[in-house]
Each structure stands twice: as structure tokens, then as C-alpha cells.
């Protein structure tokens, strides 16, 4: 049975979703139709578009092999400090993107925490396409982790224990019991990842700089055309808009299963 909301929602409510749609609209008002598929098959434009997406699977790799685990040690175990872990872990969401990529600078960088090492041993990470997907990694991971630990909390234990009981092993039933009851978690994290990987623009700026074909991915390129062509500019946004309304409907479709 449905349920009867005040009839005075229904203001605020188109007022929310104005707010959402008509800069959505302009902007799809605002391309240059018949220029379009210039604008977007330009050398430069199919360079980014090609690095985005490799560096941001790449991320969403790591998220998925770094994520995961931390997840479970957060939502099946009991620490001194679990809740410090937990806040850090979650900063990057509330983090504005630069600060994140002067810390990643501060850690990674060539006289960094652990950059001073890495340089010594011979391998560079900053403004390097590995540091495109090291800050991608950093601003992504606490979607999948946040993802992953709302299903293993919201999932029923019971199964666990009685695998367990039966004589399973950790393994085992981390393999064939925990992992698949969180598998739709897991799949709405690894999307929303890859969204804000694909999306990221300050730490990978202020951590790798904007080389062509290096470090200068869809957002960087954007930036850039926005003052010497702004026709191109609004026509890859829409390339950007498209894709993320493509990873939104996937990630919604997950969750309503």
C-alpha cells in the first residue's frame, strides 16, 4: 500500500530536482551538435577519454583488492582503534580533493614520507600515470569500503557460524558464504569506485600534473578546453554526463535487487 505524503512536499521536493536538472539541461542545450563528434574524436580528447578509463579500472582494481579485505576486518572484528581506522579510512569522502593530493605529495613524492625511499630505489610515482591511479585509488576507496561493510553488517551472521560449525574453514567460508551474501554491496561499490575514479580531478592534478598521455585525464582535459575551446569543453562534459548517468542507473539497478 502506498504511503500518502503531505501534499506541501511536493514543492521543495520539484525545487530539489530542479536544482539537479536544469544545470544538467544547459548543459546538454548548450553542445554543439554539429561539431560533436569532431569535438570528442580530437587526438587530445580521445587521449584522456582512453587514460580515464584504464586508470580508473586500474583504481578500482586496487579499491577492490585493498577494500575488501579492510571492510571485513572493520564489519566482523573488535579492536582497540577500530573506530580511528574506520574515520581515517572514510576521510577522503569529506576531504577536499586537493588536500588529498598534497598529502599524497607529502607521502609518495620525491622527498616524501615514502617517496624518498621509492626514489632511491629508482621508481618514481609522482606525475607519473601510476600516480594518476594512486590518487584515483585514495579518493575511491572508501565508497567500496563503505559498501562492503554496510552489506557484511546488514547480512545475516547465522550462516557463517553454522558453516563454520560444520567444520569449514576461515577460507572456506569467507569464500563460499560471506562473499557471496555481500555480492550485491560489492558490485554497487566496485561501480560507485570506478564513478569517482573516472571523475577525479584535484589530487590527480595537484599529484600527477597534466601531461598529454601521461597524467592528463577527461576532467584535466576539460579544465583545460574550458578557456582555449569551450564548445569542446561542453561536449566532453557531456561524454563524462553520459557515462556517469550509465554508472548510476547500473548502481540503482543493483541496489533495488
Request: charged share 10%; with cysteine.
Amino acid at each position: 500500500m502506498p504511503v500518502t505524503l503531505p501534499r506541501w512536499i511536493l514543492l521543495p521536493a520539484l525545487l530539489g530536482a530542479a536544482l539537479v536538472l536544469v544545470p544538467l539541461l544547459g548543459l546538454v542545450l548548450r553542445v554543439d551538435w554539429p561539431r560533436f563528434g569532431s569535438l570528442i574524436t580530437s587526438p587530445a580528447s580521445l587521449a584522456a577519454l582512453g587514460l580515464s578509463l584504464r586508470t580508473a579500472l586500474a583504481a578500482t582494481v586496487i579499491c577492490l583488492l585493498l577494500g575488501v579485505p579492510l571492510a571485513l576486518l572493520l564489519a566482523r572484528t573488535n579492536f582497540r582503534g577500530q573506530n580511528l581506522l574506520r574515520t581515517a579510512v572514510l576521510l577522503p569522502l569529506v576531504l577536499p580533493p586537493v588536500v588529498g593530493g598534497i598529502a599524497l605529495l607529502q607521502a609518495f613524492g620525491r622527498r616524501g614520507l615514502l617517496g624518498a625511499g621509492l626514489e632511491a630505489a629508482g621508481i618514481h610515482l609522482a606525475f607519473t600515470t601510476m600516480a594518476v591511479v594512486l590518487a584515483q585509488s585514495f579518493v575511491s576507496l572508501p565508497f567500496l569500503v563503505l559498501s562492503v561493510e554496510g552489506a557484511l553488517r546488514s547480512a545475516e551472521v547465522g550462516y557463517e557460524q553454522v558453516a563454520a560449525g560444520l567444520g569449514a574453514g576461515p577460507w572456506t567460508v569467507l569464500r563460499r558464504v560471506t562473499l557471496p551474501l555481500v555480492l550485491p554491496g560489492l558490485g554497487s561499490g566496485a561501480v560507485l569506485s570506478f564513478a569517482r575514479a573516472l571523475g577525479e580531478f584535484g589530487a590527480t592534478l595537484t599529484f600527477a600534473g597534466s601531461l598529454q598521455g601521461v597524467t592528463r585525464t577527461m576532467p584535466l582535459e576539460i579544465y583545460l578546453q574550458r578557456e582555449a575551446d569551450p564548445d569542446a569543453a561542453v561536449a566532453l562534459s557531456l561524454v563524462l554526463l553520459v557515462l556517469a548517468a550509465a554508472i548510476v542507473a547500473l548502481t540503482h539497478r543493483r541496489v533495488r535487487r
